[in-house]
């Protein structure tokens, strides 16, 4: 995939998941501009258009021609509708793998080297030892015997 296919495609997702589709549809100066501003890509339509055509032929995208009627009983052409393929999902997926394992060395340790993990109470104890304690408040009673806690 090329550099121009690349923010292409991330460009279609990020509108497709704006939406949380697996579809969408945009006109070539709404994706120019995108790509522009995101990117920092700038393509002509004409240019635009033949990266979609490329990508449609490798099987990332399927683009469908969106038509409305016009006022004379014909069709008018509105706008293309790209659908996202599995083969870009796939894609996007060992991209993001990728990243994770490049920036997996950054992450800072949960738990410092020299420090023991922390020990969990035993949960199934509490009811019980806030009931002795409860009791021994109301009945003026001395704290619980030790080894409870």
Partial sequence: MTHQQEALSKTLIG????HNK???WATRETLCLLMAKYHDINVSPRTLSRRLTEMHNQGYIIRQMRTRPDGNGGR????NLYY???K???WVKRLGEYARKVF???REPTLAYNSSKPTRRDLKR???IVEILLKSVIEGRASPPQGIL
């Fill in 22 to 24: 697996f579809y969408c």
């Fill in 76 to 79: 008018r052409f509105n706008c």
């Fill in 104 to 106: 997996s060395f950054f």
């Fill in 15 to 18: 509108i497709a998941k704006t």
């Fill in 84 to 86: 996202l393929t599995k």
């Fill in 126 to 128: 509490v009811p019980r």
């Fill in 88 to 90: 870009l999902l796939l």
